[in-house]
Every structure is written in C-alpha cells, then in structure tokens.
C-alpha cells in the first residue's frame, strides 16, 4: 500500500521559512517522479514544484522560483519543500504527489498517489 504523508506545515510571518517534509511508504521517489501542489480556499489546486525521480531535474511554478525548493533524502523515503521569504499568498494546503513519469508536471490528475495535505499559513 502507497502512503504519503506531509508534515511541517504551521502559520509563519511574511518573509520566513517553512521545510514540508512528505513520507512516502510503498513508493521510492529514486524510482517515482514527484509533485507538491496547492490550493487555497476557493481557487484550484496548482502545482508549484516537481521532480523527476533521484531530484535528477526540477521544476518550479513561476510563482516560487527562487524561493522554494524540491529535494529528497538519499534512501528516495522522503521528499522535502524548502520554503523561504514566504508571502500571505502562498497560504494554502500543501500536498505531495508520486507518479512514475509524467508528462504533464502541473496537471494533477498525471499523479496518482497523493498525501493528505498540511495546512501553510502566511501572514502578514
């Protein structure tokens, strides 16, 4: 059975720094391509960062670049966003997300294992 599950989420002030940390069971992101997504009351769910298997490329939504990193331990268990200079903005629920490719790295529905989510609150 895959299980992802996030932690590390909490309520921080404008400009400080988070690091989500996503547990994956049943799935090694050696071998998995993996996302973190977003959503924010009553908008959809964004992609904002995502990696090929082994971190070997990584991408990131024009929103974060430069602010947020994807990383992941040597034993592929854990995926890691590294969030700084963080913005009311990016207030929203955190999830994590495993595939083995994708195509389409923004596109929620290319993933198919998903975490519960933890909540990021960023104020002002």
């Known amino acids: 059975e895959v299980q992802l599950v996030e932690s590390g989420g909490g309520s921080v002030q404008a400009g400080g720094s988070l690091r989500l940390s996503c547990a994956a069971s049943g799935v090694n992101t050696n071998t998995n391509s993996m996302g973190w997504f977003r959503q924010a009351p009553g908008k959809e769910r964004e992609g904002v960062a995502a990696?090929?298997?082994?971190?070997?490329?990584?991408y990131y939504a024009d929103s974060v670049k430069g602010r947020f990193t994807i990383s992941q331990d040597n034993a592929g268990t854990t995926v890691y966003l590294q969030m700084n200079s963080l913005k009311p903005e990016d207030t929203a629920m955190y999830y994590c997300?495993?595939?083995?490719?994708?195509?389409?790295?923004?596109?929620?529905?290319?993933?198919?294992?998903w975490g519960q989510g933890t909540q990021v609150t960023v104020s002002s």
């Open positions: 990696m090929t298997p082994r971190g070997g490329t990584t």
């Open positions: 997300a495993a595939v083995r490719f994708f195509r389409r790295r923004w596109s929620d529905d290319e993933y198919k294992y």
